[in-house]
């Protein structure tokens, strides 16, 4: 029944081996789909499951049936009554395939075990740097005063998140009426569980009393009618389709909102989410709005239209990081290795269609049709690859931003193929598969981490001291995310040097992290 397991990976996985002059072994094929796509992908996918199916003989499937209590009505083809199934996340039935393809649930909970000693010195649980107890001042500064409005900038790796949670943490402490809201809006999951983990260590460090964490993103979706008080952490797109569905519910939550976090507030000005925040702040309760950016534009350009509605947003009021003796923070941050010395390379390469490299350069936003026609092209595939093995050799810690799924999925596999430890994570992942490959890659099982649209925020994996850009871009924002995952410094957890490598010169003259951190400073004047 069905085709050959290899199906499962993209055709050019196989046909890009011989590129490396090695000859697939059938034998191996197997084992290297369930490696790169994992076996949980494989049963959770639909597309991927009803392949597996094929490979059940008859006696096989229609026992799985029984397993699963439903009536085999044509013995001869049990494939077709599988196939029409639903396997919902978490539910009997989903547990039951598990089980008879016995494959054991991925556990993701990490107990976090400390020991103290009498006689140990005491340093503080959520410390602050310098720089960032200077900007807590300036921030609150302009919170107190009548325009309650600001973007605190502060550049990937410096901490952003711990800044701004020492700032919500002193609101809560100062909220004597024990009744208050304070809302962290973000427009990714990850990001909003970076919030929620974030939020949970900075309160049990610095809080005093008891304060109720509300999820409203991905699978949290219930009402928003309960919520009275506390820290809501929301998706942008969920609270704004809750104030569409629980209008009245929406109006009375917005009135008791005291204090609003715009993680990634360069989005802000985005016309849904602009509605949204708009609505927010129009409450009974003025509440105060901060937003937290690495990149405080729409648009490379500063006179483009949505970089002086952002700046506008936030009454031209904008927090850096000043230090003295130093014209640039980031300057002064890799000085004191909080940010990684950057080495910028780029890796030359010429589509086949010479066109396409004049498309590249000059469209605003790239289409998803090149991308995905970019990711299949087997010589640009194994030029990255090539130079991800040479990082590897080096001992390097490796982030790769593919063009495509696809992409990532054929370089992750002809690099577990070649024997290197690599992971891949796209969209498409499962929830739980993303969280354990992460795992492996913070705690050192894998080497190279290969994504597509997920990491380019709320990922945090100090040590990753090498970003291979192989998906191009015309956007400075996005371009500067993508680097930031390999800037930490070792005085943050991370390295002394970062180096970044990038497919081709997408932006001309981006090859300076302290010009970047400043493009958009006229438009905040």
């Not at 789909?33 to 008859?58: A, C, H, M, P, W």
């Not at 109006?251 to 602009?274: C, Q, R």
């Not at 405080?296 to 009454?315: C, T, V, Y």
């Amino acid at each position: 029944m069905g085709s050959d397991i290899s199906s499962l990976l993209p055709v050019q996985t196989f046909q890009l081996l011989n590129e490396f002059e090695f000859e697939t072994i059938r034998k191996n094929e197997g084992q290297l789909v369930i490696d790169v796509l994992g076996e949980e992908t494989l049963l959770t996918q639909k597309k991927f499951r009803d392949k597996i199916f094929q490979y059940l003989n008859s006696k096989q499937a229609i026992d799985l049936l029984r397993k699963l209590d439903i009536p085999c009505h044509d013995e001869s083809n049990p494939w077709e009554t599988l196939n029409k199934l639903s396997f919902p996340e978490n539910s009997e039935r989903q547990n039951i395939l598990f089980e008879f393809f016995s494959i054991e649930r991925m556990e993701s909970d990490i107990c976090d075990v400390r020991e103290e000693s009498a006689n140990e010195l005491i340093y503080p649980q959520y410390p602050l740097f310098d720089h960032q107890a200077n900007a807590i001042k300036e921030v609150l500064h302009y919170l107190n005063s009548q325009q309650n409005r600001v973007l605190l900038h502060m550049p990937t790796g410096s901490g952003k998140t711990r800044t701004a949670m020492n700032i919500v943490c002193n609101f809560f402490r100062n909220d004597y009426s024990n009744n208050s809201l304070v809302v962290w809006l973000a427009n990714t999951k990850e990001l909003c569980e970076q919030a929620c983990d974030e939020f949970k260590h900075a309160w049990s460090c610095l809080g005093h009393k008891k304060i109720e964490i509300h999820k409203r993103f991905d699978k949290f979706d219930d009402s928003i009618d309960s919520i009275s008080s506390g820290f809501l952490v929301s998706g942008v797109d969920m609270l704004y389709s809750r104030s569409i569905s629980e209008d009245k519910n929406f109006l009375k939550l917005v009135n008791k909102i005291k204090l609003v976090i715009f993680d990634e507030a360069h989005l802000a000005v985005a016309p849904t989410y602009e509605n949204l925040v708009n609505c927010i702040l129009a409450g009974a309760s003025k509440p105060g709005l901060i937003g937290l950016s690495a990149t405080p534009g729409r648009s490379s350009i500063s006179s483009d239209d949505e970089n002086q509605k952002l700046a506008e947003l936030f009454f031209r009021q904008k927090v850096i990081l000043k230090i003295p003796g130093y014209a640039n923070p980031i300057q002064y941050l890799q000085s004191e290795k909080y940010i990684a010395k950057v080495n910028y390379e780029s890796i030359p390469y010429t589509p086949k269609d010479i066109n396409k490299r004049r498309i590249i350069i000059k469209d605003k936003d790239i289409s998803p049709e090149i991308l995905k026609e970019l990711g299949l092209d087997e010589k640009r595939n194994a030029l990255i690859i090539e130079s991800i093995i040479r990082q590897i050799k080096l001992q390097k810690k490796i982030i790769v931003f593919a063009p495509s799924v696809e992409s990532a999925i054929i370089i992750a596999s002809i690099l577990r193929f070649l024997g290197y430890r690599a992971g891949v994570i796209t969209a498409t992942s499962p929830s739980r598969s993303r969280v354990t490959t992460i795992e492996q890659y913070k705690n050192g099982d894998i080497q190279i981490l290969v994504n597509y649209g997920v990491l380019t925020t709320g990922f945090d994996a100090p040590k990753t001291n090498v970003a291979i850009i192989a998906r191009p871009t015309n956007s400075l924002v996005l371009y500067s995310q993508m680097v930031g995952r390999a800037i930490r410094g070792s005085k943050a957890g991370g390295n002394d040097e970062a180096f970044i490598y990038t497919v081709v010169d997408q932006i001309s003259g981006f090859k300076d992290l302290s010009k970047a951190f400043l493009n958009w400073e006229e438009i905040w004047i």
